[in-house]
């Protein structure tokens, strides 16, 4: 039988968008108001877990697409790396889609999508597993493509001979239904309480001014 290592060390994949559109539906907030590092550590404490390292993925238009959205995620972006943050991005790619207007009628507007982003994570959850930098892979995300990431880790735990935990995390509420961990991995709700202590106190919708960075 594996023991269980004391401490555990745990990092924390952050899937920014998947984690954005869970916080809308659970606690209404419009915007990712979310301080990644500081939402980690809060589960990491309350789990008992030693968090070490921090990386956050997300896709961004560019500022030809949307200039007001690429300004809130370069600022949010380099703050978040002054805090040791580590950060993945990847353009959004954009295809029509039709949909259904509250009178019955279509319409066709532009959306962004993410590409590569969740293989991105998977990748990295396998590749640091194997390389032994983590005890806990700490998800932030509900993205069930990442299930395979998990069996993955399983297969690495008895190839290497030692204890080895996926955990994903989610915001929960009455408004948020039902909803799922990734499969195949310790699930871990987060309450709108836990998630108001981890709010980012800069707003970077507004002048860049008014930004306040950690150490300045």
């Given at each position: 039988m594996r023991s269980e290592p004391a401490p555990k060390r745990t990092i924390a994949f952050v899937d920014g968008q998947n984690l954005f559109y869970a916080v809308k539906k659970a606690f209404g907030y419009n915007y990712p108001n979310y301080d990644p590092k500081a939402l980690a550590q809060k589960i990491c404490e309350e789990q008992g877990w030693q968090l070490t390292e921090v990386f956050f993925y997300t896709g961004m238009p560019d500022s030809t697409d949307d200039v007001f959205w690429h300004s809130f995620w370069t600022r949010k972006l380099a703050v978040m790396g002054?805090?040791?943050?580590?950060?993945?991005?990847?353009?959004?790619?954009?295809?029509?889609?039709?949909?259904?207007?509250?009178?019955?009628k279509m319409t066709t507007v532009l959306v962004g999508q993410e590409k590569g982003v969740d293989v991105r994570i998977a990748l990295d959850i396998v590749r640091m597993a194997l390389d032994n930098r983590y005890?806990?892979?700490?998800?932030?995300?509900?993205?069930?493509?990442?299930?395979?990431?998990?069996?993955?880790?399983?297969?690495?735990?008895?190839?290497?001979?030692?204890?080895?935990?996926?955990?994903?995390?989610?915001?929960?509420?009455?408004?948020?239904?039902?909803?799922?961990?990734?499969?195949?991995?310790?699930?871990?709700?987060?309450?709108r309480t836990t998630y108001d202590t981890c709010l980012d106190p800069n707003d970077y919708r507004h002048n860049p001014a008014s930004v306040r960075h950690p150490h300045g």
């Open positions: 002054t805090r040791g943050v580590k950060i993945f991005t990847r353009s959004l790619r954009y295809r029509n889609q039709t949909i259904a207007l509250p009178n019955g005890d806990v892979a700490l998800i932030l995300s509900q993205d069930q493509d990442l299930s395979e990431a998990a069996d993955e880790v399983r297969k690495i735990s008895t190839s290497q001979n030692r204890w080895l935990k996926v955990a994903s995390a989610f915001p929960i509420s009455p408004t948020a239904g039902k909803p799922r961990g990734i499969n195949n991995t310790d699930w871990i709700k987060i309450n």
